[in-house]
């Protein structure tokens, strides 16, 4: 049998099903004997640091920066392959590390940077990428906005509409919202189309999760 990747990564919009598909598929990995750790994005105990998250959770500035630095995805990787370990967190590669820096407005081309350097820092753990992607956008985030409320809600739609990418295109609100993730999503798919190692692509999980999850179980242990 083909050995569980080490470092699972579950990636998607917001809404997509991440946190849904990690904690299934580690309860999943659990009952079959795997040591496995799943990590929220929010986890006191997360093993990378972003600064997006630390803006989630209004977090104190850290002292040194470089906490920040995509070293500490060569530190995970060792630890994955250290501990003979898998580790699954969501959100935490394309979400918070590379999206932002297209929220700031950053070119794609730099964009790209940051991933390829996440991906060669990492790249020891072979890290299995899960990308959740729903076709429809608009209907992803008026369902996930409905679903959780506030204040999240309203913090979600602060936060875009305040970046620079929704600045510079004068867009407020859940146009903002919908917007900043339509032109986002062919970038992640181009990102997703040159990664590396193994991969799965998930369209629309929501319409069938039982499906999705299969395809999932399938994909991480053959």
Known sequence: MTAVPRLILIEGMIGSGKTTTAGHLADWLARRGEHVRAFGEGAADHPIRTRRVDELLA???PGDPGVYAAAQWARLAERCLRDEQTIICESVFLQNSVMPAFIDGAPVASVAEICTEIQRQAAPAEPFLVYLRPAD???AIARVHQARGEPWSSRNLAFVQDSPWARRRDLRGR?????LYQAWEPVAAELFDRY???KLMVPDPQHDWPSALRA???AVRP
């Open 196 to 198: 590396p190692f193994g």
């Open 59 to 61: 977090a104190p500035a």
């Open 216 to 218: 999932i179980r399938a």
């Open 175 to 179: 146009a903002a919202v919908v917007g």
């Open 137 to 139: 956008i608009a209907a």
